[in-house]
T-cell receptor, first 116, second 111 residues
Framework: KAGVTQTPRYLIKTRGQQVTLSCSPI?????VSWYQQTPGQGLQFLFE???????NKGNFPGRFSGRQFSNSRSEMNVSTLELGDSALYLC???????????????FGAGSRLTVL | GESVGLHLPTLSVQEGDNSIINCAYS??????FIWYKQESGKGPQFIID?????DKRQGQRVTVLLNKTVKHLSLQIAATQPGDSAVYFC??????????FGGGTRLMVKP
């Protein structure tokens, strides 16, 4: 079956702009999580959505937001981009159990954002 | 390919040797741990997991060991192959799908 699909794969923005990234989970998966990966900070959790509701949130400023649609597809938005937002943004989907270890996360290939 | 870390610790092994990758975790209350492999240009790929009520779990060519006393996790890869070259991350999972990742180790396999 198809894996997690993220679009776009690469994009370049300038400071102050905003960006929207899209994630299509594996069919039947209801949970979508987003992570930011940078050389300096590594992989950091942004947020998780389940049944169109944010279930968990990491320690990122309010410029980072997300949403999930009824078909489980998810988008994340970053407003007022800063140079430090340059990163690989990874989406992961899972069936959706809320207990730790209830699911194996399957990651997409990521969206590489460069902020100039 | 895309770089996932410019200053990662690197483990270099000869093809056919065994590899051991170590990880220290921070939260003594963590009850579920996962190892991921990330190849250049790809997202992390699940390798193996272990719950806190276990000390050891084996998969195909991989073994994970958990030492809760010192909050240490290790991944052993038997008969390392060139295709094992990648960055390896440990992660602890405390709630839902919120993972806290370690910094990663780059494994290089010499032919």
């Amino acid at each position: 079956k198809a894996g997690v699909t993220q679009t776009p794969r690469y994009l370049i923005k300038t400071r102050g702009q905003q960006v929207t990234l899209s994630c299509s989970p594996i069919s039947g998966h209801r949970s979508v999580s987003w992570y930011q990966q940078t050389p300096g900070q590594g992989l950091q959790f942004l947020f998780e959505y389940f049944s169109e509701t944010q279930r968990n949130k990491g320690n990122f400023p309010g410029r980072f937001s997300g949403r999930q649609f009824s078909n489980s597809r998810s988008e994340m938005n970053v407003s007022t981009l800063e140079l430090g937002d340059s990163a690989l943004y990874l989406c992961a989907s899972s069936p959706g159990g809320s207990r730790a270890g209830a699911n194996v996360l399957t990651f997409g290939a990521g969206s590489r954002l460069t902020v100039l | 390919g895309e770089s996932v870390g410019l200053h990662l610790p690197t483990l270099s092994v000869q093809e056919g040797d065994n590899s051991i990758i170590n990880c220290a975790y921070s939260n003594s209350a963590s009850d579920y741990f996962i190892w991921y492999k990330q190849e250049s240009g790809k997202g992390p790929q699940f390798i193996i997991d272990i719950r806190s009520n276990m000390d050891k779990r084996q998969g195909q060519r991989v073994t994970v060991l958990l030492n809760k006393t010192v909050k240490h996790l290790s991944l052993q890869i038997a008969a390392t192959q060139p295709g094992d070259s990648a960055v390896y991350f440990c992660a602890e999972n405390n709630a839902g799908n919120m993972l806290t990742f370690g910094g990663g180790t780059r494994l290089m396999v010499k032919p």
